[in-house]
């Protein structure tokens, strides 16, 4: 061998500190025997001779060799020397001891095991190693085994197999992967949670609105009266009592036509009934849109926030074209927004609905500006300037749409005279401040903090995935919340530049339908990243909600004309003439029994003397004509118009042409009053 391994007796236990030994014999060249004839002991030691008649020179560092002096005799085969026991021993020992001091600890791979059961001779190999004739040699590893496979021809290599590394046990069930904000990212899941959260706001919202109980309105009264007197016309040329388009707010063959439509089939609660769907789906499309727009969390607060404001309540069990109007903005909002990343003319979808709720109701046309905004802003992240010509596109549409309807409608004197020219009132701008800030404040001031919180960071910390590429930029952002918020500011300013409040309570709705998503998005900063502060959004909700009931129950409380109308049905026919307070009431139900112009209101009037042929007007003239005896029966309660009540009641004083025939009381949130009707003796 040209790479001599240390020698197996220098790793003697004994002199490694271990208590087992063993025998071992080493000659370089030659045979090396332990036996002396046929009686050779078996030492318990380790022990090792060496045969030399000279000196004897113990191995030093690294490569061990065996001087023999001239005169050694070498052990041979009949004349053999044998040390004393004791002798051989010590010589032994300390030869080892020395070169166990120098050598360094020798590095080897693990020591092959050898069976004990084996019977047989040793015997030297001429490679200088030792085979165990009848014994098993066993080696634990592949290089060990590869170093003694060659001359080792019992060689056999037992591997022993690593333990087995303890797993993790699988629990039973494996939560799924879900998306750090599932309420952010349109999964299934999401979706299906939404749309149940949103289902259970719009019964929130059906049942708000159902809760309120009461006759007929006098708006009411007017828009489904008049509706069956146009809806003649069409079908048969019937001549209008009045015209109604002269001073109507809204087209009169657009929705008293349907309103009328519905009343002859499911009477008035029929056609409050389509008020509330109207109501409903309008709040249906403000949550895709917003959805849209943000995120399905602020989508969720839009509509939570819209559905219990009054305007919103009272709306929904209305029989008035008001929410038939909210529902056609709603529409037209939505298809801008859904359209943002189509072609430029994709978004005329949204001019026909934005076209028939300036034809529904005139006052909707103050919003047709902010659809027309709308359109430009959420264009300009994907088109740039080209989102100008979106809004182009949009505003000409519409006003197409507009001009064609004018020309095949006629005149609308209802357009100045209810809307542009509206005559100036006398209400101060601070009430209307004030009720406009009770109405809608709380979902505007959510909308306002929610247009600051969206300027100042795009999206929450619960999305830490998207870059700031993914979220519009900072100008586009504070536009929207700019043109989103400040519309609910529109009808308060309008009115208060009018000096009128009348239908404030409803209008305001309007405004709040355009803040709402904002709102939403407020409602979800508040509550903040992964539900932080739900207490938060549970109780803005809440007072939503509680201010909501309270002020919506005010507003829809009006007097309950049943009484009145089952004691008038006995005095009237088709030839009298009636003055009634909130004429437009009996109007509606006693239509079976008289006609529209029978009934004379109690707002103004003109009237020429019997006697005097004097030309009187005002309360004047509804003075002289009580006093001559012009009506039949007079119906007055004093709470729509006391002037006029005063004159009527002085005209009464000593009047030998009435009798009072009935007192019906009757109870609103402004207090007890009752209806007082005369009758002509």
Request: no cysteine.
């Amino acid at each position: 061998m040209t790479n001599r391994r240390t020698p197996t007796w220098a790793e003697d236990s004994e002199l490694r500190g271990g208590g087992h030994e063993r025998p071992y014999a080493y000659e370089q060249g030659n045979q090396q025997a332990y036996d002396q004839g046929n009686h050779q002991q078996q030492y318990q030691g380790q022990q090792q001779a060496y045969g030399q008649q000279g000196n004897q020179q113990a191995y030093g560092q690294g490569n061990q060799q065996p001087h023999a002096q001239a005169g050694q005799q070498q052990y041979g085969q009949g004349h053999q020397q044998s040390y004393p026991q004791a002798q051989q021993r010590q010589v032994g020992n300390e030869s080892l001891r020395q070169y166990v001091q120098n050598a360094p600890p020798p590095v080897y791979p693990h020591h092959p095991e050898y069976d004990e059961g084996g019977a047989g001779g040793r015997q030297l190999t001429n490679t200088g190693t030792w085979r165990f004739n009848g014994r098993t040699s066993k080696y634990l590893d592949q290089a060990t085994f590869q170093i003694y496979a060659p001359f080792d021809p019992y060689a056999q290599l037992t591997a022993v197999e690593p333990e087995p590394q303890a797993q993790e046990e699988k629990p039973g069930y494996t939560l799924p992967e879900v998306p750090e904000s599932a309420w952010s990212v349109d999964t299934r899941r999401s979706k299906l949670l939404g749309r149940a959260v949103l289902l259970f706001i719009l019964l929130v919202q059906a049942g708000l609105s159902l809760r309120l109980k009461g006759t007929a309105f006098q708006d009411e009264a007017l828009y489904v009266a008049s509706g069956h007197y146009e809806l003649a016309n069409l079908l048969h040329g019937t001549k209008l009592p009045v015209d109604f388009a002269a001073y109507f707010s809204g087209h009169p063959k657009l929705y008293p036509v349907l309103a009328a439509v519905v009343d002859s089939q499911f009477g008035l609660t029929g056609v409050r009934l389509v008020s509330l769907a109207f109501m409903l789906a309008s709040t249906g499309l403000l949550y895709s849109l917003t959805r849209r727009l943000f995120n399905l969390r602020a989508a969720l607060g839009a509509a939570a926030l819209f559905s219990v404001i009054q305007s919103t309540s009272v709306l929904g069990n209305f029989a008035t074209y008001d929410a038939a109007a909210v529902f056609l903005l709603a529409l037209a909002a939505w298809a801008v927004v859904r359209t943002d990343r189509m072609g430029a003319f994709a978004v005329l979808l949204a001019a026909p609905p934005a076209a028939l709720a300036f034809g529904v109701k005139y006052a909707s046309g103050l919003y047709l500006p902010t659809l027309v905004l709308l359109a430009v802003v959420t264009a300009h992240r994907h088109r740039g300037i080209g989102a100008l010509w979106r809004g182009v596109v949009l505003g000409a549409g519409t006003v197409v749409l507009l001009g064609v309807g004018y020309y095949f409608s006629g005149p609308l004197g209802g357009i100045s005279s209810t809307t542009t020219d509206r005559a100036k009132g006398q209400d101060t701008a601070a009430t209307m401040l004030q009720h406009s800030a009770e109405w809608g404040g709380l979902v505007f001031l959510a909308a306002l903090g929610g247009s600051i919180a969206y300027v100042i960071r795009g999206r929450m910390g619960e999305m830490p995935w998207i870059g700031d590429t993914a979220t519009p930029g900072r100008w586009r952002r504070a536009s929207l919340g700019l043109l989103l918020t400040g519309t609910a500011l529109l009808a308060p300013a309008y009115q208060i530049h009018l000096q009128t409040e009348i239908s404030l309570y409803k209008h305001v709705g309007f405004g709040l339908l355009f803040a709402a998503p904002m709102a939403g998005l407020g409602m979800a900063r508040l509550v903040g990243p992964h539900f932080r502060h739900p207490q938060l959004g549970i109780l803005l909700y809440s007072l939503a909600l509680v201010f909501g009931m309270v002020q919506a129950q005010r507003a829809y409380s009006f007097p309950d004309s049943t009484e009145m109308i089952a004691y008038m049905r006995k005095v009237v026919d088709k030839k009298g003439e009636y003055l009634a307070e909130e004429q437009e009431v009996p109007g509606y139900y006693l239509r079976d029994k008289t006609n529209w112009t029978q009934w004379q209101n109690s707002y103004f009037m003109d009237y020429q003397g019997k006697k005097d042929k004097k030309q009187y007007s005002g309360p004047e003239a509804f003075r002289q004509a009580v006093r001559e005896g012009h009506f039949d029966a007079i119906v007055m309660h004093g709470g729509v118009s006391p002037d006029t009540f005063k004159a009527v009641k002085e005209g009464l004083k000593g009047n030998s042409h009435y009798r009072l025939a009935a007192v019906l009381p009757f109870t609103t949130s402004s207090g007890e009053r009752a209806y007082r009707i005369w009758v002509k003796r």
